[in-house]
């Protein structure tokens, strides 16, 4: 079987919620025996990544790509003059069409697996070529991996963004919210993490989808195997917190704690303190930083969690806006490190508050569970041991892709 697989990021490292999903499902292909080809947008930063994946990947194109704020600035008006979507607009590349087409000038595909939003665009000409040089073999079937339904993403952002930016965001989340709805339609089979996206995509739909197109819902996974139990100290007030913070849905939840709710925590308990990772801080975080010099640490991106996780007792994950599953939550039960969070942080996640997760949605209440946590040992540990054990039962990678497999048709 030989699979094309389009990527918007490097896949590997798996240090990211798009990544690590991406990296699981192509190494679970690889597994059932599929010869996986794959062309992926890459950054100077990830170059040194790109041997791992060789490892496993029977081809590898990657298009060098960068972004800039003059660059974004012209692509939104370009998409605004074609009334198309900014994020499928400015990840348009020639290059890699060119790429893709050379590919399929030696090679015919069973399957055409496109990652996220803005990859379904090569997918859709990868199919017009394959017709093109292989006019009688039966065309590949196109798998759209939506992650999650990217119009509600924006439906959210409407209220965090300074009201001048709301009208382009809404311009924006209907312009996403029409390409879904062709996706669906256009796209053999389409990939969603939870059920709640799965409904948020079918409201893109004017009509019942077709049935010979099918959507279906396939978690997240982690490897339970690899990710493991860490050996927290004891008696420490430490919580850590961590994201991609240039991800406007991570950087707001995060800057809401830092701001709202670590000063109600500080003021409770004085030995409190706070751990900040993740890549590319916004400059604001360390305004805010500079009101507790002694008690907020802000690292930009690590190459090694684990010693940080080791000095932690609880770790917050404050989502206010956001679609799919939160990876890092996924990750932090299976590493045994309790966990505050939001509603829309869990989304996705059959977890139960109480039991596997502390879930609060306001300034006073997060801060509450977070103090229970940090002043309770016994909680700690109750909750971070269930955390583990629903992780291990419903979200390790050799569990969840069984569905996987009957879309490719793997025995």
Request: hydrophobic residues 40%; neutral net charge.
């Amino acid at each position: 079987m030989n699979v094309l697989f389009l990527t918007q990021i490097l896949p590997f490292p798996p240090n990211a919620g798009p990544r690590v999903k991406t990296w699981h499902v192509i190494k679970h292909l690889v597994l059932q025996g599929a010869n996986v080809h794959l062309v992926t947008f890459i950054r100077d930063e990830e170059l040194h990544y790109l041997p791992k994946v060789k490892e496993i990947c029977d081809q590898v194109i990657s298009i060098p790509i960068q972004r800039n704020r003059i660059k974004d600035f012209g692509y939104l008006i370009k998409s605004i003059l074609t009334n198309q979507s900014f994020l499928v607009t400015r990840d348009g590349s020639s290059q890699l069409n060119a790429n893709i087409e050379n590919l399929i000038k030696n090679s015919s595909y069973d399957f055409i697996h496109a990652d996220q939003l803005t990859m379904a665009q090569f997918a859709l000409t990868a199919k017009k070529y394959h017709q093109q040089y292989h006019p009688h073999v039966n065309p590949p079937k196109l798998i759209f991996d939506a992650h999650n339904a990217t119009w509600t993403i924006l439906e959210r952002m409407q209220t965090q963004v300074p009201f001048f930016l709301r009208p382009l965001v809404k311009w924006e989340k209907n312009q996403v919210k029409k390409y879904e709805g062709l996706l669906l339609t256009s796209f053999d089979h389409t990939l969603a993490v939870t059920d709640i996206d799965k409904k948020a995509l079918l409201e893109t739909m004017e009509k019942n989808l077709p049935e010979e197109n099918h959507l279906h819902v396939i978690p997240i996974a982690v490897d339970t195997q690899k990710i493991i139990p860490i050996q927290r100290e004891q008696n420490n007030h430490n919580i850590v917190t961590l994201g991609t913070l240039h991800y406007p849905p991570n950087a707001d939840g995060i800057r809401w704690f830092m701001r709202e709710i670590f000063p109600i925590i500080h003021h409770n308990d004085p030995n409190a303190k706070l751990t900040v990772i993740g890549k590319n801080p916004p400059k604001d975080f360390y305004q805010l930083q500079s009101m507790y010099p002694d008690f907020i640490q802000i690292t930009g991106y690590v190459e090694k969690l684990e010693p940080y996780l080791e000095q932690a007792s609880v770790m917050v994950i404050p989502v206010l806006a956001g679609g799919g599953m939160r990876v890092r939550i996924l990750e932090a039960f299976a590493r045994q490190i309790p966990v505050v969070t939001t509603t829309i942080g869990l989304e996705g996640i059959d977890a139960k508050n109480g039991r596997d997760v502390l879930v609060a949605d306001s300034v006073d209440s997060f801060a509450k569970a977070t103090l229970n946590l940090l002043n309770s040992e016994s909680l700690q540990q109750e909750i971070a041991e269930n955390g583990r054990k629903l992780v291990q039962k419903k979200y390790d990678w050799k569990t969840v892709f069984s569905a996987l497999n009957q879309i490719y048709g793997f025995d």
